[in-house]
């Protein structure tokens, strides 16, 4: 049996110690293990996961075409919650399971969201500049500060992480409000949430935070025209993903001061190279971190343990205690899978 756990330099630059012992431990110490660092040859790629049954990996992109000479692979387990960058429907036409993480970072994503929404309203940034370059000292170096307590804070997604800002946000005196078409009214009235329309949180919301994951569907939903529809002039906060914004137009929507600034976590295109020509990086009123809002030492283990026993428990045939199979599961067990 062979399994390859594959992804770019920056996704492998950690300690794989973990993922090895247990996929050794459970498999057999036969079990032939590649670590391969994908630098864009597809050629070389195609090569290391052709004879390949099980893939480990965190942002690998795997299409329709480069699975196509993947004759015995069995199962993808994506150390992550998003699994956007594999084609499911061709895993499930060629009955390639996909197993991810679900949950293990919720708590640490929902307090950089506060984070980021506490920094860009308070003009930390600013700040920081005005003291540590210019030596100036003094609160009144900038204008338009709000009070958060009282203002409305826009949620678009209630799952997991918007229930979890929801309740810090709380604690601030926020007037919560919610676009989320898979939350249910009394979810909702349980943390405090209205529900509203999109129109109604873009016009209502002094605060939007993107806590939904990327589909097709919403794929640059905030854009120059839903920009154009923010009357209180809001604060951006993204820590879903990157595609969800059309950054130029969110650009263009800070130039025009049609918004007031932006916290993001994530971006369209999150390479090193990048940084040097993103049109929101290097503006006071944005702060930008690099995809860190699930990060620390115990969200990082349990990302990597859950991972390698999906895959483990998924080439054992022990489907329940899979953590979630998104498709590819052999039989009726699909029912009793942990969401």
Sequence with gaps: MKIVICDQKKFLNRDLELEIAIIKKELGAQTELCIYEDQGDTDERMQMLHDADAILTSYLELSDKAMNSMHK?????????????????????????????????????????????????RNLKHYQKQIESKHRFDYNSISGMFRLEGSVLGLIGMGKIGRAVAKRAAGFGLKMIAYSPSCSQETARKYGVTLVSFDELLERSKIIALTTSL???????????????????????????????????????????????????????????????????????????????????????????????NLVFYLRGEYDNVFKIVNGLPHEKASNQKV
């Excluded at 860190?292 to 991972?307: G, K, P, V, W």
């Design 73 to 121: 692979l069995k199962v993808i387990s994506i150390e992550s919650t998003g699994y956007n960058f594999v084609d499911t429907e061709a895993t499930a036409q060629r009955g390639i399971a996909i197993t991810a993480v679900e949950e293990y970072c919720t708590q640490e994503v929902a307090d950089h969201a506060m984070a980021l929404m506490l920094a860009v309203a």
């Design 215 to 309: 589909t097709p569907k919403n794929q640059g939903m905030l854009n120059h025209s839903t920009f154009t529809k923010m009357i209180q002039k809001p604060i951006i906060i993204n820590v879903s993903r990157g595609g969800l914004i059309v950054e130029n137009d969110l650009a263009q929507a800070l130039d025009e001061r049609l918004v007031s600034g932006a916290g993001l976590d994530v971006l369209e295109n999150e390479t090193d190279e990048e940084t040097t020509r993103n049109p929101l990086i290097g503006r006071e009123n944005v702060v930008i971190t690099p995809h860190s809002a699930f990060y620390s030492d115990t969200a990082l283990y349990e990302c990597q343990r859950i991972a390698a026993e």
